[in-house]
């Protein structure tokens, strides 16, 4: 079972477990799975290093869960309400040598969400101080927190059943589409500054989320030789950062470079003899410019002249049936050249076919089919 941290729905006891089912990434992402990979959210955990003296890394995991319960939404009773769909997380726990838990979660909620899960622990000690139940109370205060220039909220939560007392300190915090939850149970008002670094050092961890996605992961994204007819080989494979990838003229004639943002990777195939005819290149890039553009060139200015004065035109080109975004172009050059732009997630796959004498439509459909197969491999 992969875990995330949920307050459970059993009232008036709020203690937190760790709940839900969960499955793991799939090949090609489940509805819903929009804002962060699990790999993603992974790069923003704590390390062991990064943690205080006396912790030992003790477990996590990372995937896609279907209906996760929303942290906090049953802080005040009642029962936990659910997110629709299948949300991406990671999550990791570390144990203290004095017996203590700090558990940290990040789960791709959406921003909207995920401010309202900080609304939960902050509305708890106004809305819901004090709640009894058979033979025990819960009482929850604020937890004050230091800046963290994140939207965020603590809550210090005491549960009593008979002389028996424990206490968690949470804090929720909002970083864009990420929900971020950091839980230390079997707590102690002597660990609570403690707990306070931890957090500081956890949001400041969550900046990593964004980071640009390493080569190595992106090369999954890239087409290989069994995905092609027999006798090509391979020209080139390593990584670019510029060149003529994720650009395209404006109706101007002026080229323009939509990213990547970081190293993109490439790899080029060719028959056994000539020149490469089949390239492609896998990078990030945060907004669809290049997709917008090659829309836009299509639909209103399919025939430009560049600064150098070469006439250049293009046509339609047929994209393969998916539910992610692909824009297909063919450019009426001496060879043609079919190229298919394809977006998964911030990853975009920039696909040319240069169409020699005796290269058909149904080959380069088939090659742009094979990448979008591809480009999913990242996220594995």
Known sequence: MRRILALTGMVPILLATLAGVATADRTVPPPGNDYFTSAQLSRGLLTPAKMPDGYTA???????QYNPLVYGSNVCGGYASEVWGSVTYA?????NKDGSTVDVSITALGSAKAAEVVGY???APRKCPSLTGVGETTKQTRLTLPDLGVTSAGLITVNQVGSVSRRRHAVAVAYGNASAVFEENGATAGTQARF?????AGVKALK???????????????????????????????????????????????????GPRGTAVERSFAPDKGAATIRMAVGSIESTG????????????????????????????????TDITVVAIKYQDKPAVARAVI?????????????TAGTTTEQVDAIFTAAVTRIFAVNT
Request: charged share 25%; hydrophobic share 35%.
């Open 91 to 95: 999550s990791k726990r570390f144990v």
């Open 208 to 258: 990593k989320i964004n980071d640009p996605t390493p080569a190595a992961q992106l090369k999954r994204g890239l087409i290989e030789l069994a995905d092609l007819p027999k006798g090509h080989r391979v020209v080139t494979d390593g990584t670019v950062s510029g060149g003529d990838w994720f650009t395209e003229y404006d109706c101007s004639g002026k080229l323009v470079r939509y």
């Open 343 to 355: 977006v998964y997630r911030d990853w975009y796959a920039d696909v040319r076919v240069t169409m």
């Open 58 to 64: 003790s477990g996590g995991s990372a995937g896609s």
């Open 290 to 321: 290049i997709v917008d553009a090659i829309r836009k060139r299509l639909s209103e200015c399919p025939a430009v002249t560049d600064q150098s004065g070469i006439r250049r035109t293009s046509t339609y080109f047929s994209a393969p049936a």
């Open 196 to 200: 306070l670094k931890i957090v500081k």
């Open 121 to 123: 622990l902050a509305a």
